[in-house]
Nanobody, 122 residues
Framework: QVQLVESGGGVVEAGGSRRLSCAAS????????MAWFRQAPGKEREFVAR????????DYADFVQGRFTISRDNAKNTGYLQMNSLKIEDTAVYYC???????????????WGEGTQVTVSS
């Protein structure tokens, strides 16, 4: 049983930075895959980044490669998404997700936060 709560969203100018946090409850989180997804209005939820329990495996969507950094601190039971060089098209609700074993498909994840809105303005 894992519960996730995202925070750190808000309005940021294009080219700016923002760090999202995913606070988790439950001992199992530290052994689970953690990922970030996002969903813009009228679009399907899409994969952003994924990190294994020990941080040895990290995957990024092509559209964020080189701009976003996923990380986690298991001692704090928290995951992060550092977003740099933000673009208007990054505007979306960002979700934290976790599961014992999961890839880059949203359907693979058992646990989800409620999301945090990130709006990138010109």
């Amino acid at each position: 049983q894992v519960q996730l709560v995202e925070s750190g969203g808000g309005v940021v100018e294009a080219g700016g930075s923002r760090r999202l946090s995913c606070a988790a409850s439950g001992r199992s989180f530290s052994t689970y895959v953690m990922a970030w997804f996002r969903q813009a209005p009228g679009k399907e939820r899409e994969f952003v980044a994924r990190i294994s329990w020990n941080g040895n495996i990290i995957d990024y969507a092509d559209f964020v490669q080189g701009r976003f950094t996923i990380s986690r601190d298991n001692a704090k039971n928290t995951g992060y998404l550092q977003m740099n060089s933000l673009k208007i098209e990054d505007t979306a609700v960002y979700y934290c997700a976790s599961s014992p074993h999961a890839g880059n498909a949203a359907r693979h994840y058992e646990y989800w936060g409620e999301g945090t809105q990130v709006t990138v303005s010109s």
